[in-house]
Every structure is written in structure tokens, then in C-alpha cells.
């Protein structure tokens, strides 16, 4: 009885002190690492190109309307064409303007026929005057009849220059070069300066511009970085250091690089940005940009001087703020508080970390502070941009190709009245052309 006794109380202290051994190493840590992937915090240059949605605009927008009434005899181009500047667009009927100037030159013929005829009674009035022949009122009346009919000639040829400003306003003609409209008004139409003047429209394509806006943030954290330092701009920080490319819908750059013209004074308060427009050469006129088409705009130029760069998976938001875990000599991580700023799938630590540390880059959702762990090292480094397709040079010659097959093969639609012998000069090249 004594030796089970002996027994049991020795089967019930293994036990016990079992338990109790497992009990300690569970409220303790685990003698094994946790294998974690951990990167070297980068120091570097880093370009920071910023791209937002933009919309393409012409420089240029205008409404042609007529300066003077009457029967819309003919339109002299194509509707959606590039026309140069000076072409004729429109004829208003010139035939009442015709008689209108025929009236003034013969108002005009008339008054100087009167200055003749008071200057020679002025003349003889003055000698006879000179010898006492005349009276003095006689004198003076002369004198007046002929600085009157001087005064007449004035006035009748103003009339006559307002009679050929009003003919010659009745060839519509282009006041700029670029891209015409639809009609608004066709062939045989009544038309008025004051009422149903508009005749079409016209948009300037050389040279574009871009409008988009740029969160207002990150405006003032560029412009903030600038005056401190930490953002530089290429080539001596110029007004030309940042330059703009647009980006079409399948990846395209547009050949051609922009640069900023203008930014709002204001902020915009109900999207909290800056409106801002670059402008774009388009020497050849061609229709790889349009008006009204939606891009992308990259801007490049700027550079954060020694940035400290993280992975965005690095960084852990909590209740007191962003931490990373940094992992020490003794293979031990620390929290480690810090502020961060998004760039391109990374975070730019501007507090917390100098660069050269080993952070744990993933699963940090498992991670607590003084956990041993074990490294394994990933690389980590700047992304690259991936660049816009450039067009290549059989793309921009089938583009232009395009343009001027639309333009050669495609019917004339102007619009003349019957019985007109209106040409204008567009329908002219183009026959001399075939």
C-alpha cells in the first residue's frame, strides 16, 4: 500500500510539473523564428512623375457669324475640314451692297464736284475782297460754302469706306486656320447680324491644349518640397524644367512635348484642386490629339532628393498611427512609428526610418513587437515607369495618309444657290489638283 502511495504521489508530481512547464513556455514566446520577408529601406533620387485625367481642347474656338443681312447664296467648304485662314467660308447675296456702295461713290462725286465749285467762288471772292469790290459778309459766305463742301467730301467718303466694309462682309471669310463645323445656317436662309447671325463654327488645332487638375494637396506639397529643398526640378529648376506628355487611350504618347501655361489662382472648393492647362504643338496640323478627346498627362520633371522609400506592404496602420518593424541585429523587430507619403505603390517615410534599416515587408498582421524572427531578404528597388507606347513612324504616316485621303476622296458638300457663278478658292486648288 505504502510503495502505491509512493508511487501515485510521484506519477502526480511528473504531471504537475508537466503542466506547469508547458503552461510557462506557452505564456512565453516560441523558441522558433517566424520566417518573414523583410527589404533594405532605400535613400535615393526619386523621379516624381504625376499623371492625372485631362481633356484636349483647342486653343482656339470661335463662331463665325455674319456682319451683315441677307439671302445665303452659297457655302464655299466642306463641312469638317481644315481650312487655312482668309478662305471663304460663306456668300451673302451682294446685290443691294453693290448699289449701296454705287450710291455712296456717286454721293462722294457729287460732294467733290461742290468743292470745286466753292473753291473757285472762295478764290474770286478773296481778291475781289482784297480790293474793297465785295463786302465783308460776302467774303465770309464763300469761305463757309467751301470749307461746308470740304466737310461734305468727309462725310461721303465714310460713306463710301462703309459701303465696301459692308460688301466685302458679304464673303464670309475664315478668321482663323483650323478645323470647320456643320453649317448652322443653310443655303437660302434669311441671315441677320442681330438675330440668326451664327453661320458655323471653327477650332484652332495648332496649337492644343490640355486642361486638368491637380488635387490641391499635392500642389502644395510639391511647392512645399521645392522651397525646402527635398523636390528639385531638371535643368537649374527653369520655368521649363517640368514638361507634360499626353497619353492616349491605348497607350500612345503623343510625339510632341507640352508645357504648363497656366494654373488657377483659386482653389476649386468643391473637388479641392487646381485647374491647370499645358499646351501642345501640333505643327502639321494632324488629328492624332482632337478637341474634346480624354487623355492622361504625365508630369516629369520633378525629382524627391533622397528619398526614403518602403514598400507600401511594409507599413501597418493602427489606432496611433503607421508603424513599420524594424528588424535589429539580434534578429528581434521593433515597432517603429512613421509618416509616410503614397508614390507609385510606395511610401516615402519623411519620418521614422534614415535608410539602410531591414524591414519586414510582408505579413505584418502576424508580427509583434520582440518577436524573433527569421530574415529572408527580397529585393526591393525603384519600379519602372513603364513608358508610353511611342507611335511609330508607318502609325503617324497612316494617320496623316488617313487625313488627306478623307480629304481627297470624300465628295465636295458645298451648297450655291442656282443660277450663282460663286467659286471660292478651296473648290479652286482642289480642281487645279485632279
Same mark, same amino acid.
Given at each position: 500500500?505504502?510503495?502505491?502511495?509512493?508511487?501515485?504521489?510521484?506519477?502526480?508530481?511528473?504531471?504537475?510539473?508537466?503542466?506547469?512547464?508547458?503552461?510557462?513556455?506557452?505564456?512565453?514566446?516560441?523558441?522558433?523564428?517566424?520566417?518573414?520577408?523583410?527589404?533594405?529601406?532605400?535613400?535615393?533620387?526619386?523621379?516624381?512623375?504625376?499623371?492625372?485625367?485631362?481633356?484636349?481642347?483647342?486653343?482656339?474656338?470661335?463662331?463665325?457669324?455674319?456682319?451683315?443681312?441677307?439671302?445665303?447664296?452659297?457655302?464655299?467648304?466642306?463641312?469638317?475640314?481644315?481650312?487655312?485662314?482668309?478662305?471663304?467660308?460663306?456668300?451673302? !447675296?451682294?446685290?443691294?451692297?453693290?448699289? @449701296?456702295? &454705287?450710291? #455712296?461713290?456717286?454721293?462722294?462725286?457729287? /460732294?467733290?464736284?461742290? %468743292? +470745286?465749285?466753292?473753291?473757285?467762288?472762295?478764290?474770286?471772292?478773296?481778291?475781289?475782297?482784297?480790293?474793297?469790290?465785295?463786302?465783308?459778309? !460776302?467774303?465770309?459766305?464763300?469761305?463757309? @460754302?467751301? &470749307?461746308? #463742301?470740304?466737310?461734305?467730301?468727309?462725310? /461721303?467718303?465714310?460713306? %463710301? +469706306?462703309?459701303?465696301?466694309?459692308?460688301?466685302?462682309?458679304?464673303?464670309?471669310?475664315?478668321?482663323?486656320?483650323?478645323?470647320?463645323?456643320?453649317?448652322?445656317?443653310?443655303?437660302?436662309?434669311?441671315?441677320?447680324?442681330?438675330?440668326?447671325?451664327?453661320?458655323?463654327?471653327?477650332?484652332?488645332?495648332?496649337?492644343?491644349?490640355?486642361?486638368?487638375?491637380?488635387?490641391?494637396?499635392?500642389?502644395?506639397?510639391?511647392?512645399?518640397?521645392?522651397?525646402?529643398?527635398?523636390?528639385?526640378?531638371?535643368?537649374?529648376?527653369?520655368?521649363?524644367?517640368?514638361?507634360?506628355?499626353?497619353?492616349?487611350?491605348?497607350?500612345?504618347?503623343?510625339?510632341?512635348?507640352?508645357?504648363?501655361?497656366?494654373?488657377?489662382?483659386?482653389?476649386?472648393?468643391?473637388?479641392?484642386?487646381?485647374?491647370?492647362?499645358?499646351?501642345?504643338?501640333?505643327?502639321?496640323?494632324?488629328?492624332?490629339?482632337?478637341?474634346?478627346?480624354?487623355?492622361?498627362?504625365?508630369?516629369?520633371?520633378?525629382?524627391?532628393?533622397?528619398?526614403?522609400?518602403?514598400?507600401?506592404?511594409?507599413?501597418?496602420?493602427?489606432?496611433?498611427?503607421?508603424?513599420?518593424?524594424?528588424v535589429q541585429a539580434d534578429n528581434t523587430v521593433k515597432a517603429q512609428p512613421v509618416k509616410?507619403?503614397?508614390?507609385?505603390?510606395?511610401?516615402?517615410?519623411?519620418?521614422?526610418?534614415?535608410?539602410?534599416?531591414?524591414?519586414?515587408?510582408?505579413?505584418?498582421?502576424?508580427?509583434?513587437?520582440?518577436?524573433?524572427?527569421?530574415?529572408?531578404?527580397?529585393?526591393?528597388?525603384?519600379?519602372?515607369?513603364?513608358?508610353?507606347?511611342?507611335?511609330?513612324?508607318?502609325?503617324?504616316?497612316?494617320?496623316?495618309?488617313?487625313?488627306?485621303?478623307?480629304?481627297?476622296?470624300?465628295?465636295?458638300?458645298?451648297?450655291?444657290?442656282?443660277?450663282?457663278?460663286?467659286?471660292?478658292?478651296?473648290?479652286?486648288?482642289?480642281?487645279?489638283?485632279?
Amino acid at each position: 500500500m505504502k510503495e502505491m502511495k509512493v508511487v501515485a504521489t510521484v506519477l502526480s508530481l511528473i504531471v504537475l510539473g508537466g503542466l506547469c512547464a508547458c503552461h510557462k513556455k506557452d505564456a512565453g514566446q516560441s523558441d522558433v523564428a517566424l520566417p518573414v520577408s523583410v527589404v533594405k529601406v532605400l535613400k535615393t533620387d526619386l523621379p516624381w512623375n504625376m499623371e492625372y485625367p485631362a481633356q484636349v481642347a483647342g486653343s482656339l474656338q470661335i463662331q463665325v457669324r455674319a456682319q451683315v443681312g441677307g439671302i445665303l447664296k452659297a457655302r464655299l467648304f466642306d463641312e469638317g475640314v481644315y481650312v487655312e485662314q482668309g478662305t471663304q467660308l460663306f456668300q451673302i !447675296d451682294p446685290q443691294e451692297y453693290e448699289v @449701296a456702295l &454705287e450710291r #455712296a461713290e456717286g454721293n462722294l462725286a457729287q /460732294a467733290q464736284t461742290d %468743292v +470745286n465749285r466753292t473753291r473757285r467762288d472762295y478764290e474770286r471772292m478773296k481778291k475781289l475782297r482784297a480790293d474793297n469790290a465785295v463786302s465783308q459778309k !460776302d467774303y465770309d459766305d464763300s469761305l463757309s @460754302a467751301y &470749307e461746308a #463742301a470740304q466737310a461734305a467730301v468727309k462725310v /461721303a467718303k465714310a460713306g %463710301v +469706306n462703309d459701303a465696301k466694309i459692308n460688301l466685302e462682309y458679304t464673303r464670309v471669310l475664315a478668321p482663323i486656320s483650323g478645323i470647320t463645323g456643320k453649317e448652322a445656317q443653310s443655303v437660302g436662309s434669311l441671315v441677320s447680324p442681330t438675330g440668326n447671325g451664327l453661320l458655323t463654327t471653327m477650332v484652332q488645332i495648332q496649337p492644343l491644349w490640355v486642361n486638368f487638375s491637380m488635387p490641391s494637396a499635392q500642389f502644395y506639397k510639391l511647392a512645399e518640397g521645392f522651397f525646402e529643398g527635398t523636390i528639385t526640378l531638371k535643368e537649374g529648376n527653369n520655368k521649363d524644367s517640368i514638361y507634360v506628355e499626353a497619353i492616349t487611350a491605348d497607350g500612345r504618347v503623343y510625339p510632341e512635348r507640352g508645357s504648363i501655361i497656366f494654373f488657377d489662382s483659386s482653389e476649386d472648393v468643391k473637388t479641392s484642386s487646381l485647374a491647370m492647362r499645358a499646351e501642345f504643338p501640333n505643327p502639321s496640323n494632324k488629328r492624332m490629339l482632337m478637341p474634346g478627346q480624354f487623355v492622361r498627362v504625365r508630369l516629369i520633371g520633378a525629382t524627391y532628393k533622397d528619398a526614403v522609400l518602403i514598400p507600401s506592404s511594409a507599413v501597418l496602420s493602427t489606432s496611433t498611427g503607421n508603424i513599420a518593424y524594424v528588424v535589429q541585429a539580434d534578429n528581434t523587430v521593433k515597432a517603429q512609428p512613421v509618416k509616410v507619403q503614397l508614390q507609385d505603390n510606395m511610401y516615402i517615410v519623411t519620418e521614422g526610418l534614415s535608410g539602410g534599416e531591414t524591414v519586414v515587408s510582408e505579413g505584418l498582421i502576424k508580427i509583434k513587437p520582440n518577436m524573433k524572427v527569421t530574415p529572408q531578404m527580397k529585393d526591393f528597388s525603384l519600379p519602372e515607369v513603364p513608358p508610353a507606347t511611342q507611335p511609330s513612324t508607318t502609325t503617324a504616316v497612316n494617320v496623316e495618309s488617313f487625313d488627306e485621303a478623307l480629304q481627297r476622296d470624300s465628295a465636295g458638300d458645298q451648297q450655291v444657290l442656282p443660277d450663282t457663278t460663286i467659286v471660292s478658292s478651296t473648290t479652286a486648288d482642289q480642281t487645279d489638283k485632279k
